[in-house]
T-cell receptor, first 114, second 113 residues
Framework: GAVVSQHPSWVICKSGTSVKIECRSL??????MFWYRQFPKQSLMLMAT?????????EQGVEKDKFLINHASLTLSTLTVTSAHPEDSSFYIC??????????FGPGTRLTVT | AQSVSQHNHHVILSEAASLELGCNYS??????LFWYVQYPGQHLQLLLK??????LVKGIKGFEAEFIKSKFSFNLRKPSVQWSDTAEYFC???????????FGKGTRLHILP
């Protein structure tokens, strides 16, 4: 099946710094990628939809200036958490949609802001 | 707006018991429905999906789900659970032409050996 990778899998950063998370579709082209956030013992919350070559569409309540999304190619989308704060600590998961309707999920990135 | 409701937050069963996890969605039009599983320490995996056709969908690992349009439901079932089914289960919906998948809050399933 289709594989989606994320890098890094785990990152710790200091408050006020920025962190970039990469999401790659390894064996297929993804015109659309999605970024989710998952709090402990809670469900996935969709943050934004990322389309290759265009601006991301953010869900209501998600700060676009804080969570910068770039979908530079058909196999790579990045999420940058700018000026991170402890409340940004979470599990970030991306998914990629192939030419059909199925989405494939990455393994997630655990961000801890100290 | 689309929403997904999972009735059971935490379910504890003994091995060989039958399982049914409830899922209801709110959207009046055409929907695609999914069940995902997240094993401890692992990423989300697709269990099964319904796009169209036979409303009884069979997935991996002996799971099945039935789409009942009149009840806006897509309940997950398994006749005999195993200890290895311990995981978190998420129901999700994708409505019409919208690419977005909206997840329910999840059901944590714990199987006693």
């Amino acid at each position: 099946g289709a594989v989606v990778s994320q890098h890094p899998s785990w990152v710790i950063c200091k408050s006020g710094t920025s962190v970039k998370i990469e999401c790659r579709s390894l064996d297929f082209q993804a015109t659309t990628m999605f970024w989710y956030r998952q709090f402990p013992k809670q469900s996935l919350m969709l943050m934004a939809t990322s389309n290759e070559g265009s601006k991301a569409t953010y869900e209501q309540g998600v700060e676009k200036d804080k969570f910068l999304i770039n979908h530079a190619s058909l196999t790579l989308s990045t999420l940058t958490v700018t000026s991170a704060h402890p409340e940004d600590s979470s599990f970030y998961i991306c998914s990629a949609r192939d030419l059909g309707s199925e989405q494939y999920f990455g393994p997630g990135t655990r961000l801890t802001v100290t | 707006a689309q929403s997904v409701s999972q009735h059971n937050h935490h379910v504890i069963l003994s091995e060989a018991a039958s399982l049914e996890l409830g899922c209801n969605y709110s959207y009046g039009g055409t929907v695609n429905l999914f069940w995902y599983v997240q094993y401890p320490g692992q990423h989300l995996q697709l269990l099964l999906k319904y796009f169209s056709g036979d409303p009884l969908v069979k997935g991996i690992k002996g799971f099945e789900a039935e789409f009942i349009k009149s009840k806006f439901s897509f309940n997950l079932r398994k006749p005999s659970v195993q200890w290895s089914d311990t995981a978190e289960y998420f129901c999700a919906v994708n409505a019409g032409r919208d690419d977005k998948i909206i997840f329910g809050k999840g059901t944590r399933l714990h199987i006693l050996p």
